[in-house]
């Protein structure tokens, strides 16, 4: 199985290019955003309490985070030819339990990492916010998770490139373009 994690700070693309990948590599996408946005859509209590977390531009806790994707992991198909894991891990916690997930799995995993100029991103985040009506995509709310995009989430990338499986990939210019840099990745690596 080919199991990716696609890292980059919010409006870095990462959604927009996972598709991408899963339409060409047949993969499952599991977005960490996308669960827990249906997770809040249920109304449950539990929607509620992570309603409240990432409205505030926090990061849901790890336990959580831990005990959805288990369960989505258990439930994929038995012919499922790998995972793109979009918005997860975004601890060194999370990428270590991962790791230790898919190797018991016999499962590998590679690290694509989309850079953009912050400045792009706000721009990015802004714009999105005016068509998609997510409350997060405002101007404080976005240099709060930019700003907890570089501190808890940038060393993720540091252990995987101590694990030798992270490639950082230019994430400016056309949806093309940096699908080609991705797909050359993951040609040359998997």
Sequence with gaps: MLNIIICGAPGSGKGTQSQLIVDKYGLQHFSTGDLLRNEIATGSDFGKQIDAIISKGNLVPDDIMLHLIDKYIDNLPADCKGVIFDGYPRTVKQAEELERLLEKKGEKSVMID???QEEELIARLLNRGKTSGRSDDNLETIKKRLEVFHTTTK????????????????????VEEIFARIDAILKSCC
Excluded: E, M, N
Aim: with cysteine; proline share 4%.
């Design 114 to 116: 989309l850079w953009v």
């Design 155 to 174: 060393p993720v990338c540091v252990y995987y490139h101590t694990l030798h499986k992270y490639h950082a990939v230019d994430g400016s210019g056309t």
